[in-house]
């Protein structure tokens, strides 16, 4: 059974500070997402990672596959009050049909 | 609009009533999929459908829960005889074979 983890599960920091979320998760997976959720609200999509070592970048925020360490980093660049939300990584199975979420990470960006 | 569409929104329903969802996907998405998600939790994976057919569904699907996608369009979602622990967001999400998921706003559930 494919277990995702997320750590920290709650963070708050300090405007124009930089940190970064960890997503490890237990079997070998390709596919991995980010997502934001801001509360009450549904998931928005911020990047699909599909292969080893993808990178890619929106903005302060930047997602890093690493699939033979089975570890996925969102950093947070020089943050901002609007980026206060929760965060979720998803790891699609090999069939390509179920995504499994990490427990979420709950970011407070104060200014 | 033309993202993934939920009604209703919130629901607020006495224990042991039966409550129904639907969901509307992005209209050339062969998948749809239903997740639950409670509060400060991640959202759980309940099933998905290929066009019509109901093609998994995850242990958390008891059997007062049933999905149906009747012509591989829209979806519902009846729970029957609901209980306190039911209460949750009902996520719909929709793709193409393989490709990302794209959710709705979901569809909150209180059960008094």
């Known amino acids: 059974e494919l277990k995702v983890e997320q750590n920290p599960l709650f963070l708050s920091m300090q405007e124009g500070k930089n940190y970064t979320i960890y997503c490890n998760y237990s079997t070998t997976s390709d596919r991995l997402y980010w997502y934001r959720q801001d509360p009450g609200k549904s998931l928005e999509s911020l990047f699909v990672?599909?292969?080893?070592?993808a990178v890619k970048q929106e903005g302060r925020l930047m997602a890093s596959l690493d699939t033979k360490a089975r570890l996925s980093t969102l950093h947070i660049t020089a943050a901002v009050h609007d980026l206060s939300a929760t965060y979720f990584c998803a790891v699609g199975n090999n069939a390509g049909n179920m995504l499994t979420f990490g427990g979420g990470t709950r970011l407070m960006v104060k200014p | 609009d033309t993202g993934v569409s939920q009604n209703p929104r919130h629901k607020i329903t006495k224990r042991g009533q039966n409550v129904t969802f639907r969901c509307d996907p992005i209209s050339e998405h062969n998948r749809l999929y239903w997740y639950r998600q409670t509060l400060g939790q991640g959202p759980e994976f309940l099933t998905y459908?290929?066009?019509?057919?109901?093609?998994?569904k995850s242990r958390l699907l008891s059997d007062r829960f049933s999905a149906e996608r009747p012509k591989g369009s829209f979806s519902t979602l009846e729970i029957q005889r609901t209980e306190q622990g039911d209460s949750a967001m009902y996520l719909c999400?929709?793709?193409?074979?393989?490709?990302?998921?794209?959710f709705g706003e979901g569809s909150r559930l209180t059960v008094l």
């Open positions: 459908f290929q066009n019509e057919a109901q093609l998994e």
């Open positions: 990672l599909l292969s080893n070592g």
């Open positions: 999400a929709s793709s193409l074979i393989a490709g990302e998921l794209f």
